[in-house]
């Protein structure tokens, strides 16, 4: 009887135990894991344990590249004299590792609960990744392509209001005078980085301050940085209109010294203060535990202007999985559809303008755009062949950390060819001649995909850190509580059969009661 008392005891205080230990491993395991993960994506120090990756990625073997696809015109004399179709190879990838650096000495906090910092973004071309039909190539490939800085001045033009005539007059004098060509042959490297464009460098003779360079990307000087930009640390005690502090981890509240951008008119003309907002984060980090209904905002700089993104679908990356998410739909609207897309003058699904410059910006090989605005030929394809999982920007978010694991901008340049036309100051119609025969069409310049994926070292040191105490709780709870289920069902066993014998016992041997007597 004494060694039941204690065996029940022994077992009770087991069940307990293992029913503790499923408890924890069910309940608090996840809690705790994700609470230690959202206190690492906090940027509240140098100490902070993403600090490193933020302040300099590349050095964190998080490697982000750009990879450019030129569009090389092949049939640039007859598109020019009797408006045939645009035809283009596309030729590409040119790869280049971007170093993306935040200056130490740039970096300040701030008691509000934000963080300022410099910045400077430098490119270094990689010919072993820049193949192309089994070749290497080089950056000193000539390129054909549309007079970008034409277009340019013609923008301006059309923008002088009643002093149009003029600037229309002197552009067209000095063409002429020129001998100024529709088309360009240039190498990629200085179609991609910059040339020195002769009619520019003429018109400044008028216009002192107007650059003579044609830049489609701006490396900044490797020994200096940005003016200081600012976002939220996720320590408080700032944070965005209702958002949590930790809800605003690295939301932008500043970008190169502005708090708003100067870029985006209303109806009225005056200032827009929805479009012109620096909303949200710059794409590499997102608040904790992303939900597939969770919309997520990000301001890219190199089209000046915030954006926002819904979820698609889950992904898996070296064991980790990740949630897809796109840009929104309303994003691509026309604003005859959306008018909130009236400031960034979308007026054809999909191509939005980029402010004071020649440049439309769309998705690579056109995806998702008004194609009855577009004709022209790529790689023997009109329309041009597309692939969504080719073409597409998206971004694949680790939801427990928000962290992105990997990214795909891919945006392409395009200048909007046509015959330009114009008004002398009697009203006479006028045309720049070397203009007068081209057809109507948005004309592909390059095509960008600045990327980076998660290595599956970065994938593997994560699933260690947290999906495998996440496992050890979910699986080991549930073995607890069958441990403890085993035990229970054992005592009840014991029990029955302990009190089985004892019955049997005492019909064998039944006490006299009388021998006491």
Request: charged share 15%.
């Amino acid at each position: 009887m004494r060694k039941s008392v204690i065996g029940y005891a022994c077992t009770s205080f087991l069940v307990i135990v293992f029913t503790t230990l499923g408890f924890l491993g069910q309940f608090f395991m996840p809690g705790y894991v994700q609470s230690q993960v959202e206190a690492a994506v906090k940027l509240t120090s140098p100490e902070s344990t993403l600090f490193n990756t933020w302040q300099n990625p590349g050095k964190q073997g998080n490697d982000i590249y750009q990879a450019i696809y030129i569009f090389n015109l092949t049939n640039a004399p007859q598109v020019a004299e009797n408006g045939e179709t645009p035809q283009f190879e596309r030729i590409g990838p040119y790869m280049y590792l971007e170093h993306r650096i935040k200056p130490k000495d740039s970096i300040g906090w701030f008691v509000n609960g934000s963080v300022q910092y410099g910045y400077r973004t430098t490119y270094e071309f990689v010919p072993s990744l820049s193949i192309y039909k089994g070749r290497q190539l080089s950056e000193d490939d000539n390129i054909t392509h549309v007079n970008i800085a034409v277009f340019g001045v013609a923008q301006q033009a059309q923008g002088a209001g009643t002093n149009a005539p003029a600037v229309w007059e002197a552009m067209s004098f000095f063409m002429d005078l020129e001998k100024t060509p529709i088309f360009l042959t240039h190498s990629a490297k200085n179609l991609t980085w910059g040339y020195t464009d002769p009619l520019l460098s003429t018109l400044k003779i008028l216009q002192p301050t107007l650059s003579p360079l044609v830049q489609l990307f701006n490396p900044d000087d490797p020994t200096s940085y940005q003016m200081p930009s600012e976002c939220y640390t996720g320590g408080g005690p700032g944070h965005l209109p209702n958002r949590s502090i930790e809800d605003s981890v690295q939301s932008m509240t500043m970008w190169i010294g502005m708090r708003s951008l100067p870029y985006y008119f209303d109806y009225q003309g005056n200032l827009d203060l929805y479009a012109n907002m620096i909303n949200g984060t710059d794409a590499t980090q997102f608040h904790p535990n992303v939900k597939n209904t969770d919309t997520l905002y990000a301001f890219v700089d190199s089209i000046y202007r915030s954006g926002y993104m819904t979820y698609l679908e889950d992904v898996v990356l070296h064991g980790v999985t990740l949630k897809r998410f796109v840009l929104a739909e309303e994003m691509l609207q026309p604003y005859t559809q959306n008018p909130d897309n009236k400031p960034f003058q979308i007026k054809n699904r999909a191509i939005m303008p980029l402010p004071n410059l020649p440049i439309f910006i769309t998705k690579a090989m056109f995806l998702d755009a008004d194609m009855s605005v577009i004709n022209v030929t790529i790689d023997n394809h009109n329309p041009p062949s597309q692939e969504r999982e080719r073409d597409d920007v998206f971004i694949d978010v680790e939801p427990m950390s928000g962290a992105v694991f990997s990214a795909q901008k891919r945006l392409q340049l395009n200048v909007y060819l046509t015959p330009l036309r114009w008004k002398n100051a009697s009203g006479v119609d006028q045309v720049i001649s070397v203009t007068a025969n081209l057809p109507t069409t948005y004309f592909p310049i390059v095509h960008v995909n600045e990327y980076g994926i998660a290595s599956e070292k970065v994938c593997n040191d994560f699933i260690s850190s947290v999906y495998t105490p996440l496992r050890v709780g979910k699986y080991g709870g549930v073995g607890s509580f069958v441990v403890a289920a085993l035990l229970v069902v054992a005592m009840g066993i014991t029990s029955f059969r302990s009190r089985d014998l004892t019955a049997t016992h005492e019909e064998k041997d039944p006490i006299n009661f009388n021998s006491y007597t």
